[in-house]
């Protein structure tokens, strides 16, 4: 095999595909990447590829082909060489069991694994539909925030992906909080109806690294003959993921309807007042928030302790409130809407609490809510 390729194409392609490598492999040959140089009618193009039995990934780009070929190399390495290489055109050769990486006057040698012992990728499911990519980036984004962390709990872990025709609704909870996003998208299939749970972490990788393309095609096979998978395609990169096992919960039925108070503060002032109020605020402590008389009352710490207020401008319909929170899941909420105005809306001080942005138009509504449960307060 011989090839030769831009310095920053081969960097790009290699940091993205390593991506996926395990920090600790089962076996030596998936710490490897796979290097597949091919020159034929649809062009010279070569493909990196890494899989980790969980999660694939494989980009194409264009080269100079001499001597198509294989080889598998250490993917972390490549990447630390690839990375650290001057800006000039790298040539890439194998002679036996060895790869020889030039730039400029920088020469590598590496040793290959054995190809022969490498899984084959899965395939891409059948595909379900396209949504824009940075649409689809920013939505990841907003719900993989209240994703569990607990591996005990495989299913909070993940993000529940829900098709419904023309709708994509995506939710996530790790018990204290709960996001949720609609958002439009094009199906393949005007009355597909599909569900899938998928590792939040690795969605929200994946959605930040495919807005380089315009669009994201989302392909989802049904779990019926084994276990489920999804994959995502766009900018010329491609990856899969098994889906997670485990119930979600109905988490619909969480969400109120009704409130008895409605706030409204400006956003990014409320986001700078939490983070200074809550620096006196132990871990676990929460923060204080009182609504009423046209304002908001932020307090943290208590008489034994550092104490921090402050006081904002706030709109009110409804009863007054005084409800607390965790300023950690708080800030994640209010970073999370994209809108200058942060909606809180209220039943009582002891039941959950929706955070939207301000809707354009007053009776819609709005396409993301992150729902908070308050702490409660002693005494």
Known sequence: MKFRVERDV????????????PVRPS??????????????????????????????????VEIDVEEPGTTLVSG???????????????????????????????????????????PTLPAMPQMTGSIGSDAFAAAVSQVAVAAGRDDTLPMLTGVRVEIEGDTVTLASTDRYRLAVRELAWKPENPDVSAVALVPAKTLADTAKSLTGGAEVSIALSAADSGEGMIGFE???????????????????????????????????????????????????????LAF???????????GDEAQAVEVLDSSLEGEDIQIAFNS????????????????????TSTKPAIITGKPADDGATADYRYLIMPVRLSG
């Open 10 to 21: 081969l960097a790009d392609a290699v940091a993205w595909t390593a991506r996926s490598l």
């Open 328 to 347: 950690a899941f708080l800030l994640d909420g209010l970073t999370a809407i994209d809108s200058d105005i942060a909606r809180l809306q209220f039943t």
């Open 76 to 118: 972390r390495l490549l990447a630390e060489i690839t990375r650290n290489l001057p800006p000039q055109t790298v040539e890439i050769s194998t002679d036996g069991a060895k790869v020889t990486v030039a730039c400029g006057s920088a020469k590598f040698t590496l040793l290959t694994l054995p190809v022969e012992d490498y």
């Open 234 to 288: 766009g900018g010329g990169r491609r990856t899969t993921t098994r889906l997670l096992d485990g119930e979600f919960p109905k988490y619909r039925a969480l969400l109120p309807d009704t409130f008895n108070s409605v706030a409204e503060v400006q956003r990014a002032e409320f986001i700078e007042a939490v983070k200074r109020v809550s620096l006196v605020a132990e871990r676990n402590t929460p923060l204080r």
């Open 292 to 302: 009423g008389d046209g304002r908001l009352v932020l307090e943290a710490g208590t």
């Open 27 to 60: 076996v030596p040959v998936l710490a490897g990447m796979l290097l597949d140089a091919t020159e034929d009618d649809g062009g010279r193009r070569l493909k990196l590829s890494s899989f980790d039995y969980e999660v694939s990934a494989q980009v194409s």
